[in-house]
């Protein structure tokens, strides 16, 4: 394994890390025996870097972490979390309140059965009323948690980069790394285009969904993909052209991925120990001959032709059931 400095900070975060997500039911059944296995295994296989939310299950995944850390000394581990997205429901989905945000860290602490987290984000700033809630309300409560103890460094989690950059450039509390997902991924690789700017700012870099939150698999998305149908149709023909050739389109997606200058963690999400060592075992000893010319041809049939996004189609669904909710 490698590890890798975040931002200026004394985190040194293994290359790949341990998303959250998964330890729900966000993709399929959940299953805890098995998420209790893959979190222990990844920390056989030198992963020090655990990424959750409270979003992920409502709980269940910061539960299910805190079960399997059971009796590990904190020292070998790294711990991040969120605040500001929680609830299923319309209504009740995001609060970036002062008052909601430093409530959910101590929550965050007492699931997670630990003194303080590494790196506490904001989760998902892009559905916030108005940027300034984040600046005034957010980011000081946070910076409140890290004086008392209960956080180490701040983060912004979000899919909306321009917007990350914005709240580093406005914010009066310190942000030491960002968490961008699904735009280091090879039908959308422009994280690149912010790298440099976030290290000269200090902040740390962290990359997850290298394969697009399920697009770039054989298997193919979950039915809730914010995704086009055009999108999705591309990612399909790429997983069927990988198919024809023996070829796990996942594979692929995660090497390119991993691959990828100036990014200090990529996080990414498992379902079985099989998928997690496979991915690890990728990064070790990297693609194959017959994988490595399958990818040229992946890259040159499918998705060299632009940039593929769900850019504001997750917005404008949540504001437009949001209206109906709040409808009189």
């Not at 969904?209 to 698999?217: E, S």
Request: charged share 25%.
């Amino acid at each position: 394994m490698r590890y890798n400095q975040l931002g200026v900070s004394d985190l040194e975060l293994s290359h790949v890390g341990l998303g959250g997500a998964s330890f729900s039911n966000i993709y399929g059944n959940f299953d805890e025996e098995k998420s209790l296995a893959i979190i222990n295994e990844a920390l056989t296989r030198g992963v020090n870097y655990i990424e959750t939310s409270y979003w992920y299950g409502q709980g269940v995944s910061e539960k299910t972490i805190a079960k399997a850390l059971t009796g590990v000394p904190r020292k070998y581990y790294y711990i991040g979390s969120k605040v500001g997205r929680y609830e299923k429901d319309m209504a009740n989905m995001f609060d970036f309140s002062a008052e909601k945000t430093a409530a959910a860290v101590d929550d965050t602490l007492q699931r997670l059965e630990v003194e303080y987290v590494d790196l506490i984000q904001v989760h998902d700033a892009t559905f916030a009323s108005d940027i300034n809630v984040i600046l005034k309300e957010t980011l000081p409560a946070l910076e409140q948690a890290v004086r008392d103890g209960k956080a180490r460094y701040i983060g912004i989690a979000d899919y909306d980069i321009e917007l990350m950059q914005e709240i580093v450039e406005e914010s009066d509390v310190k942000i030491s790394a960002v968490l961008s997902y699904a735009k280091s991924t090879l039908f959308d690789n422009r994280l690149q285009n912010y790298v440099k700017y976030f290290k000269s700012k200090g902040v740390g870099v962290i990359n997850a969904a290298a394969t697009g939150m399920g697009l770039l698999c054989n298997m193919g998305p979950q039915p809730w993909h914010p995704a086009s149908d055009d999108v999705k149709a591309i990612c399909r023909e790429a997983s069927e052209f990988c198919k024809a050739h023996n070829v796990e389109l996942a594979r692929l997606a995660t090497w390119f991925t991993i691959s990828q200058p100036g990014i200090d963690c990529n996080v990414c999400g498992f379902t079985t120990t099989e998928q997690m060592n496979d991915t690890l075992d990728l990064f070790e000893t990297g693609l194959t001959a017959h994988e490595q010319s399958v990818l040229v041809e992946v890259q040159s049939r499918f998705f060299d032709k632009g940039i593929l996004h769900w850019d504001n189609i997750e917005l404008s669904d949540y504001r437009a059931k949001l209206d109906e909710v709040q409808a009189p």
